[in-house]
């Protein structure tokens, strides 16, 4: 703990790169559970909901090979300032949302954010290594997976309270105003000038060098698929919409359940960071607890079959997402260690491209399930929890990569 307060109070570019995640992140959830309530609202089907999960996801796909380009040959800092701008700009758009004949809206706008985020995230990532000593990495990740989580329960807890007592528009306002707040930290901040030596070449050029940096090292590549392997329980985060609005649903309005569910996920990966800065010093430590994390939470996921109270549902669902939160800031960190600043960029932005495919597909085919086949989401719980073990077993089985 004293490590990570020490990283805050000593670090003033870090600290202002945090302060822009926490205002950002704490209006996305406030957003997020707006707008699935709003979209149940409008058309009663887990569909919907569900493709605007994969909205939420593919556009990263689809901007990532130029993305990782542009952040390993540009101005990070300016990228994601850019970014942060335009997000705060388009969210404004849900407020047009009116009725089911304008759900569509909804697709574009958060179409259009995602995208932007899938140059965001990779900037950001690519940023910290050059910030934070390599001694601090981890615990740079454990703030940075932490404050996610944090915003994640308290945004979730607080915007389901916002849309009842304020209404859905508030909370979209709210979500723009974090966006231009972030950008206005993220000016302040200065970070290190690159060598022109280190940039990435434009174009085609730049992503075939990308891949050949990957493919030169495996076991860079296998580390980036780690979140992919996570991503399976993406047909979970749209069980817990589900089991919110159907199962355990508070009253008349299905914003306070999904609340609920979304905070205990947003509090169990709090927790897993901070376990992590005390536990995983060293790579080797973060290597061994891969397996068994990914057991673990697929686990807790399948035993939401079972569970017969939304409060031992939340409880559950925490559990799982302390070891999804290794799992986050274990891939990170690796990463960072590992890949040089020319290729963090592509790298970063290939692990998205891989955990925005897998959670897209999860997700719409849960989906698919529910309304077309018409399958208990108690089973489809267990069913999509026992898909963890898969990674699990691979990582397992398969020999680890060097610590070095």
Partial sequence: MRTLLT??????????????????????????????????????????????????????????????????????RRIMIAADLVRGAAVLGLILVRSSDTVWLAYVVTGVMVACSGFFEPARSATVP????????????????????????????????????????????????????????????RVPAREASERATLGLQGVMDGLSYMRRH???????????????VGGALLLLTVFGDRIFRIGDSSDAGIGILFAARGIGAFA?????????????????????????????????????????????????????SMLWVASNVLLQMRVPDAFRGRVFSAELIVMALVQSAVAYSTAVALDLWHVDPRL??????????????????????SHR
């Fill in 7 to 76: 990283l805050v109070r000593d670090n003033r570019n870090f600290r202002l790169l945090w302060f822009g995640q926490i205002v950002s992140q704490l209006g996305d959830w406030f957003n997020v559970v707006a707008l699935y309530a709003l979209l149940f609202e409008l058309t009663g089907s887990a569909t919907a909901v569900a493709g605007m999960m994969v909205m939420q996801l593919l556009p990263v796909a689809i901007v990532g090979p130029i993305s990782g380009v542009i952040v390993d040959r540009f101005d990070r």
């Fill in 130 to 189: 050059s910030i934070v000593p390599r001694e601090q990495l981890v615990a740079a990740n454990a703030i940075s997976t932490g404050t996610w989580s944090a915003m994640l329960a308290i945004g979730a807890s607080l915007g389901g309270g916002v849309t009842v007592l304020l209404g859905r528009d508030a909370a979209f306002v709210i979500n723009a105003l974090s966006f231009f707040t972030s950008a206005v930290f993220l000016w302040r901040m």
């Fill in 218 to 232: 495996g076991d860079v590549a296998r580390i980036a698929l780690i979140k992919g392997g996570w991503a399976i």
């Fill in 380 to 401: 489809l719980a267990a069913i999509v929890g026992l898909g963890l073990w898969v990674p699990a077993l691979i990582w397992a089985l398969a020999p680890r990569p």
């Fill in 272 to 324: 897993g960071s901070l376990i992590i800065s005390l536990i995983a010093a060293r790579q080797g430590n973060l290597i061994r607890l891969i397996a068994p994390a990914y057991f673990v939470a697929g686990a807790c996921y399948a035993a939401l079959a079972i569970v017969p109270t939304i409060w031992f549902a939340a409880a559950i669902v925490i559990a799982a997402h302390v070891f999804g």
